[in-house]
Each structure stands twice: as structure tokens, then as C-alpha cells.
């Protein structure tokens, strides 16, 4: 009784060690996520500052993002001439109904609206389910403050970002997903053009 008692343990031993070996030689599951770049400008100047998606593929397609970038009220992504948030879509991402607002709803930019949310998606049925590429996907402008101190960084974070699989289920990407800063930098004086003098003929005396 003893010894089968000792074999069924050895067994037991014996699964787990294997159970255990292909845990860790299984490979790690692709991480989507979708990134907000950074940026570096003179005080005064917009630069643009894009955001990417990472890590979708054949087996893990994204169809559709919704992600949210926060900033400090006093220093807003920029505003378009229509007053939404300076935001384009990349033309290789075929989105049309791609739509961007700031948050909260009803704020004034510059005031109290801390994020600008974009939704990534396209309700025309040829397009609905067109996987979006890993790459750039849309790009937004910041405004940098003309009295912006050289070397102030201003965080653009990532409040929260949630991918769509062909098969309509949402997933929250946020923790996996980067955010990102535009850093004030000193600028490069103008190089001022010198005219060398061109030399004259000396008389010689006779």
C-alpha cells in the first residue's frame, strides 16, 4: 500500500513539473496597446504629437479604438477653427466616422477641459471590420505656451484606451498602453549671413 501510495505521489510530482515546464515554454500573449508619442518644441510653437497602435495582428485585429489623453487644463491639445480638438486621422486608417471631443462635455478649452477623447471607427459596413494597422493613427496638435519656460515637459497621459476585435468585444488596453509629454526646448539661433569683402586692385606707382 505504501509503495503505490509513493508511485501516485511521484506521479502526481511528475505532472505538475510538466504542467509547470509548459507554462513556462507557452508564449506570452501579444500585448495590444496604443501609445501616445511625445514631442519637443520652442516656447510658442505647435508641435504634433501622435498615437500609435502596437501589438495587433493576424490572430488579434483591432477594428475600432477609443482612447482618452489627458492634460492640465491651462494647456490643452489644440483647438481647430470649428473649436474641436486639432486632431487628424491617418489616411492610411480607413475610419470615416472617426470623431474627437474634449472632455468633460460642455467645457472650455483652455478653462476646465482636462482630455480629449477620439473614437476610431467607421459605421460604413465595408469598412467596419477593416483591421487598423500598427503604426501611426492619428495625429493632434499641442499648443506650446509662448512664455513656456526651456526644459517645462507637459504630460499628455493615457487616461484610458479600449480596442475592438472583429467580433465586437472591447478590450481595455490602458495599462499596457504608454503615455506621452511635449518638452519645451531652447532654439536654434539664426545663423547671420556674413559678406566677405572683395579685394581691390592695388595701384602700383610708376
Request: glycine letters at 8%; a negative charge; one cysteine or more.
Amino acid at each position: 500500500m505504501g509503495k503505490m501510495r509513493m508511485n501516485f505521489e511521484t506521479l502526481r510530482l511528475t505532472g505538475l513539473i510538466v504542467a509547470l515546464g509548459t507554462l513556462i515554454m507557452a508564449p506570452a500573449a501579444h500585448a495590444i496597446s496604443v501609445d501616445i508619442g511625445s514631442a519637443q518644441g520652442v516656447a510658442g510653437s505647435t508641435v504634433s504629437v501622435d498615437v500609435s497602435l502596437a501589438g495587433a495582428s493576424d490572430t488579434e485585429q483591432v477594428v475600432a479604438i477609443v482612447t482618452q489623453i489627458g492634460f492640465d487644463a491651462a494647456t490643452p491639445i489644440a483647438a481647430g477653427n470649428d473649436g474641436k480638438p486639432d486632431c487628424s486621422l491617418n489616411p492610411s486608417v480607413t475610419k470615416d466616422n472617426t470623431s474627437y471631443s474634449y472632455q468633460p462635455r460642455n467645457c472650455t478649452v483652455g478653462t476646465d477641459c482636462t482630455s480629449v477623447k477620439a473614437a476610431v471607427i467607421s459605421l460604413n459596413p465595408a469598412t467596419a471590420k477593416t483591421p487598423i494597422p500598427n503604426g501611426v493613427v492619428i495625429t493632434c496638435r499641442f499648443a506650446i505656451p509662448a512664455g513656456a519656460a526651456t526644459g517645462t515637459t507637459f504630460a499628455l497621459t493615457n487616461v484610458k484606451s479600449t480596442v475592438t476585435d472583429p467580433n465586437n468585444v472591447d478590450t481595455d488596453v490602458t495599462e499596457g498602453s504608454q503615455s506621452g509629454e511635449v518638452e519645451v526646448v531652447e532654439s536654434t539661433p539664426t545663423p547671420t549671413e556674413t559678406n566677405t569683402p572683395v579685394p581691390t586692385n592695388t595701384p602700383v606707382p610708376t
